[in-house]
């Protein structure tokens, strides 16, 4: 069974530059989700989608961060403008439902310069 | 927004020693608690997770004790091994909502 997949792995922007992250979640998981790590500290959830309807996205800056599930299947998590507390690792997650193992892929690491 | 405190931030055992972390939850319609072991460059991965219907549950050298009342909820880890040494998270669903880890090591 393949895993979550995300790219790209590294990203380095100057700040106010904007990013893209993609998200291809394990096939005929309906839950997504998009966290934002920082360094040292817990994954802080971002986003939550189930199929392509969001059900959670109390904490996500919507002034500068955008999220979309296309189909019900992958995703993309947009930044712009980025900030330098934007530095972290951005994990995507996929479940086949809401209370069932979350599956993780491997991040992106973005540095904002 | 931190629903889920976890304890200790750090902790080094000897190889064969017991780990002990502990997790307490404010929301009292969390009805699914998991726990994530995270190596550095990688993401989570799922290692036992428990549901309140039941105070205490063991996969192998694993053990979740959780206690309702209390709103908290422990990750044992008997027999510790230097391929032990990761960072653990706590979390709790509704919305998966994690701890902020805790850095293992086990010397060997």
């Known amino acids: 069974e393949a895993g979550v997949a995300q790219s790209p792995r590294y990203k380095i922007i100057e700040k106010r530059q904007s990013v893209a992250f993609w998200c291809n979640p394990i096939?005929?998981?309906?839950?997504l989700y998009w966290y934002q790590q920082i360094l040292g500290q817990g994954p802080k959830l971002l986003i939550q989608?189930?199929?392509?309807?969001?059900?959670?996205d109390s904490q996500l800056p919507k002034d500068r961060f955008s999220a979309e599930r296309l189909k019900g299947v992958d995703s993309t998590l947009k930044i712009q403008p980025a900030k330098l507390e934007d530095s972290a690792v951005y994990l995507c997650?996929?479940?086949?439902?809401?209370?069932?193992?979350?599956?993780f892929g491997q991040g992106t690491r973005l540095t904002v310069v | 927004q931190q629903q889920v405190k976890q304890s200790p931030q750090s902790l080094i055992v000897q190889k064969g020693g017991i780990s002990i972390i502990n997790c307490a939850y404010e929301?009292?319609?969390?009805?699914?608690f998991p726990w994530y072991q995270q190596f550095p460059g990688k993401g989570p991965a799922l290692l036992i997770a428990?549901?309140?219907?039941?105070s205490e549950k063991k996969e192998g050298r694993f053990t979740i004790s959780f206690n309702k009342s209390a709103k908290q909820f422990s990750l044992h880890i008997m027999d510790s091994q230097p391929g032990d040494s990761a960072t653990y998270f706590c979390?709790?669903?509704?919305?998966?909502?994690f701890g902020e880890g805790t850095q293992l090591t086990v010397n060997p």
């Open positions: 997650a996929s479940s086949l439902a809401r209370l069932t193992e979350a599956f």
């Open positions: 096939s005929g998981h309906a839950t």
């Open positions: 989608f189930q199929n392509n309807g969001v059900v959670d």
């Open positions: 929301n009292t319609a969390f009805d699914y």
């Open positions: 428990i549901r309140p219907d039941v």
């Open positions: 979390a709790a669903s509704g919305k998966l909502t």
